[in-house]
């Protein structure tokens, strides 16, 4: 954000500044809307002639320059290790990190040594600001934002299943049912299938708070399979019989430009995309 602030000071104007930053105008108008609302502040006055500074756009500048040059510094004296080639910052949902992600960046790790990686957590409207502003160049989600130069692949989804720490068979109306809110979709089908049967006075957020919970205190929630997979195997839970099973999307964004330096991406993609 901080070159394209620059660029459009010495450009004077937003398309000249996409032209020399090599992006579209919508990149760097969506770049400049997301420096102001980080500085609470409107830093330039787009006139038909061009872009003027404002008065906070010009206390800025100095500061711009100062963390632009100092960033440049360090990427001169800051070199990867000799046997890393490229570079992969990669933004995880936090529900997708356990099983999958873990899997995807061991997997990363282990076929590709040379990639350095970091890893970051957070929720879907992080992971898409991120993405938008280059901090992150490849995500694992579940519902991302469409956006220009990056590429959006359907992984295999997350196939939710009703597990109890008691064996039973299908309630409509379970008093120990926890619900775990799994997205807009799933708030849909879960309504109509269950429209006769209780509110749950439980709710998470997170599967993985779900799971921690429901393994403290029993009860019943749907979880993602991968979760529950291995618990169910050793009978600390049991699926509950007849009961429906929903599917969640999941989907691996990447950025363009930084993916055309991984040769692996496209052989990790086709491992792990939906059938």
């Known amino acids: 954000m901080l070159q394209t602030f620059l660029a459009i000071r010495e450009t004077g104007n937003l398309i000249r500044a996409a032209d020399r930053l090599n992006v579209t105008q919508s990149t760097v108008t969506a770049r400049l809307k997301s420096l102001e609302e980080i500085l609470g502040q409107q830093l330039f006055i787009r006139k038909k002639s061009g872009a003027e500074l404002t008065s906070a756009g010009f206390k800025f500048e100095r500061y711009a320059r100062l963390m632009s040059n100092l ?44 990639t350095a990686l970091s890893i970051w957590p ?3 409207t992080d992971i898409d600001r991120w993405l938008s502003t280059g901090l992150v160049d490849a995500a694992l989600c579940h519902a991302p934002k469409m956006q220009e130069g990056l590429t959006i692949e359907a992984l295999s989804p997350d196939e939710l299943i009703l597990v109890s720490t008691e064996k039973h068979e299908l309630m409509r109306s379970d008093p120990d049912y ?19 049967g209780e509110t749950s006075s439980v709710v998470f957020g997170s599967s993985d708070w779900a799971l921690e919970y429901l393994l403290k205190v ?18 600390q839970l049991h699926t509950v019989p007849g009961a ?32």
């Open 122 to 124: 957070g929720e879907q």
């Open 218 to 235: 029993g009860g019943s929630a749907y979880l993602p399979q991968r979760l529950a997979k291995d618990l169910v195997k050793n009978s």
């Open 244 to 275: 429906r099973r929903f599917n969640r999307s999941i989907f691996l964004v990447t950025n363009n430009e930084a993916a055309s330096n991984w040769p692996w991406l496209t052989e990790l993609v086709q491992k792990y995309a939906s059938n």
């Open 178 to 196: 926890i619900y775990v809110d799994a997205g807009e979709e799933f708030r849909i089908q879960h309504a109509a299938e269950f429209a006769d």
């Open 71 to 114: 960033w440049r510094q360090a990427r001169e004296e800051v070199s990867l290790p000799k046997n890393i080639d490229t570079i992969c910052n990669i933004g995880c949902q936090f529900d997708l990190w356990n099983n999958l992600g873990r899997e995807l960046v061991s997997e990363i790790r282990t076929t590709h040594p040379h």
